[in-house]
């Protein structure tokens, strides 16, 4: 797998938290710099999702076989109690079941086997309404105007849904709380710590926290938008540079960034989940 050399807000996020978090796990020196890759992997891994490609670049050169390629809601029955850990970084937000991701990484998992994932919870909020509006021009609202993309859990609802259907509170939260932003993301962790322990984990991590993508230039965050944007596939190949162009210089100028700074960025939520399938 070739990872990006374009800028990525997940790549080093994503190295130091599985160093800090996992250092044990892996086995073997680490640098004591957050760099995995003077880190000597041990036991059999599973990795749901590739996201960005850095984290599954850093495991290839492990060298590490691939068994095969499987849905993370359905995994073989062949591979129960196989594995020491299952890993995903910046791939399970766009999985909507993910008490079917849960229950499968639980079946997979040796007892004592450790879970760790981050996800994109919410993206940056200024971005959305801008490219509802570059999607509505010519010539980009003929390829646009009919699709419905996949969105971000908290920037589509499915929070909410989540929250009804594995808080342990259920119906009784109030619709009230889960409109405040603040409150919606505490009732969230709260029924995503429940839905672990129902599904097996012992809870070691699980927060939001903020993650920050910088680019030096216009360039580097066109590269980085390009990596994830779904509406581009919609755009005919030779078109879809203009596109990205168009959808990110509009962004500048509406968040009032000053390409002359070196200070582009764009604010995401990451889910960072750390659990540990329980023994007997």
């Given at each position: 797998?070739?990872?990006?050399?374009?800028?990525?807000?997940?790549?080093?996020?994503?190295?130091?938290?599985?160093?800090?978090?996992?250092?044990?796990?892996?086995?073997?020196?680490?640098?004591?710099?957050?760099?995995?890759?003077?880190?000597?992997?041990?036991?059999?891994?599973?990795?749901?999702?590739?996201?960005?490609?850095?984290?599954?670049?850093?495991?290839?050169?492990?060298?590490?076989?691939?068994?095969?390629?499987?849905?993370?809601?359905?995994?073989?029955?062949?591979?129960?109690?196989?594995?020491?850990?299952?890993?995903?970084?910046?791939?399970?937000?766009?999985?909507?079941?993910?008490?079917?991701?849960?229950?499968?990484?639980?079946?997979?998992?040796?007892?004592?086997?450790?879970?760790?994932?981050?996800?994109?919870?919410?993206?940056?909020?200024?971005?959305?309404?801008?490219?509802?509006?570059?999607?509505?021009?010519?010539?980009?609202?003929?390829?646009?105007?009919?699709?419905?993309?996949?969105?971000?859990?908290?920037?589509?609802?499915?929070?909410?849904e989540f929250i009804?259907?594995?808080?342990?509170?259920?119906?009784?939260?109030?619709?009230?709380?889960?409109?405040?932003?603040?409150?919606?993301?505490q009732l969230f962790?709260?029924?995503?710590?429940?839905?672990?322990?129902?599904?097996?984990?012992?809870?070691?991590?699980?927060?939001?926290?903020?993650?920050?993508?910088?680019?030096?230039?216009?360039?580097?965050?066109?590269?980085?938008?390009?990596?994830?944007?779904?509406?581009?596939?919609?755009?005919?190949?030779?078109?879809?540079?203009?596109?990205?162009?168009?959808?990110?210089?509009?962004?500048?100028?509406?968040?009032?960034?000053?390409?002359?700074?070196?200070?582009?960025?764009?604010?995401?939520?990451?889910?960072?989940?750390?659990?540990?399938?329980?023994?007997?």
């Amino acid at each position: 797998m070739r990872r990006s050399d374009s800028c990525s807000v997940f790549q080093e996020w994503a190295l130091d938290f599985v160093h800090r978090s996992l250092a044990k796990e892996l086995g073997g020196p680490t640098t004591g710099t957050g760099d995995l890759r003077q880190t000597a992997m041990t036991g059999d891994v599973l990795d749901l999702g590739c996201g960005d490609g850095s984290v599954s670049a850093w495991i290839a050169t492990r060298k590490l076989p691939v068994a095969r390629l499987a849905s993370a809601t359905e995994l073989p029955d062949e591979w129960r109690d196989r594995f020491d850990m299952v890993l995903s970084f910046t791939a399970l937000h766009w999985v909507r079941d993910h008490a079917a991701v849960l229950r499968q990484a639980h079946k997979v998992l040796k007892p004592g086997g450790l879970l760790a994932f981050t996800m994109v919870l919410a993206g940056p909020r200024e971005f959305t309404p801008v490219l509802d509006i570059v999607a509505a021009l010519a010539p980009w609202r003929d390829h646009l105007q009919h699709y419905a993309p996949p969105t971000y859990p908290a920037n589509s609802g499915w929070t909410e849904e989540f929250i009804l259907a594995h808080h342990p509170g259920g119906c009784r939260v109030g619709e009230d709380e889960v409109q405040d932003e603040q409150r919606r993301q505490q009732l969230f962790v709260e029924a995503y710590r429940h839905l672990l322990t129902r599904c097996g984990f012992e809870v070691e991590t699980l927060e939001v926290v903020p993650a920050k993508a910088n680019a030096d230039n216009a360039e580097e965050l066109k590269q980085f938008v390009a990596q994830w944007l779904p509406h581009k596939q919609r755009i005919p190949e030779p078109q879809q540079e203009a596109f990205i162009d168009e959808v990110v210089d509009a962004y500048l100028r509406h968040t009032e960034q000053s390409r002359a700074k070196g200070e582009l960025h764009m604010w995401f939520d990451l889910l960072q989940v750390k659990a540990r399938k329980r023994a007997g």
